[in-house]
T-cell receptor, first 114, second 112 residues
């Protein structure tokens, strides 16, 4: 799993429900990322965290919040889920500080919003 | 189950042939490029990367070519095997951006 663990792996929500996707890395690296992947599209960046205590918006942040709880954990929260948020969500970690090389991805969390 | 889209560009090759997957990138300031492989139901896996000060880089059975003049990147897979069936994504970044921007992806299928 490239040192990245995501939970849950599958989730079904009703419109308006909230939930948090959890992500933890075991490599003690600074940068972590949340992407979403929709049919026919590549991965799009939702939020990222260059280091503990900092978060920044990516390409598609609306409807999401994130928390970098500590160096290991980076969670993604949907406060009021919408059907448009049905997607596969991937958490990733980088190497060291900032983007100095490739990202390592978790196995994904498949979310369906009814 | 399927983890990526139904309408991706598709490349079909015979087992044992060489595959060439192409990617056009958008940002002329990008200086780092990477290819990922994604198998069904899994997260993307790193294949090979290249920086803009190079135009070719080789790995095990894979070669990445970079043409900055036309903003084009390609991935060549030698002697394609059934295990190479997957969706392949290129991604780009530039120094200080701290994030990768992914292309749409290409589905590679292997004919026996």
């Amino acid at each position: 799993n490239a040192g990245v663990t995501q939970t849950p792996k599958f989730q079904v929500l009703k419109t308006g429900q909230s939930m948090t996707l959890q992500c933890a890395q075991d490599m003690n690296h600074n940068s972590m990322y949340w992407y979403r992947q929709d049919p026919g599209m590549g991965l799009r960046l939702i939020y990222y965290s260059a280091s503990e205590g900092t978060t920044d918006k990516g390409e598609v942040p609306n409807g999401y919040n994130v928390s970098r709880l500590n160096k290991r954990e980076f969670s993604l929260r949907l406060e009021s889920a919408a059907p448009s948020q049905t997607s596969v969500y991937f958490c990733a970690r980088g190497r060291g500080t900032g983007l100095t090389g490739e990202l390592f991805f978790g196995e994904g969390s498949r979310l369906t919003v009814l | 189950g399927e983890s990526v889209g139904l309408h991706l560009p598709t490349l079909s090759v015979q087992e044992g042939d060489n595959s060439i997957i192409n990617c056009a990138y958008s940002n002329s300031a990008s200086d780092y490029f990477i290819w990922y492989k994604q198998e069904s139901g899994k997260g993307p896996q790193f294949i090979i990367d290249i920086r803009s000060n190079m135009d070719k880089r080789q790995g095990q059975r894979v070669t990445v070519l970079l043409n900055k003049t036309v903003k084009h990147l390609s991935l060549q897979i030698a002697a394609t095997q059934p295990g190479d069936s997957a969706v392949y994504f290129c991604a780009e970044s530039y120094q200080g951006a701290q994030k990768l921007v992914f292309g749409q992806g290409t589905r590679l299928t292997i004919n026996p």
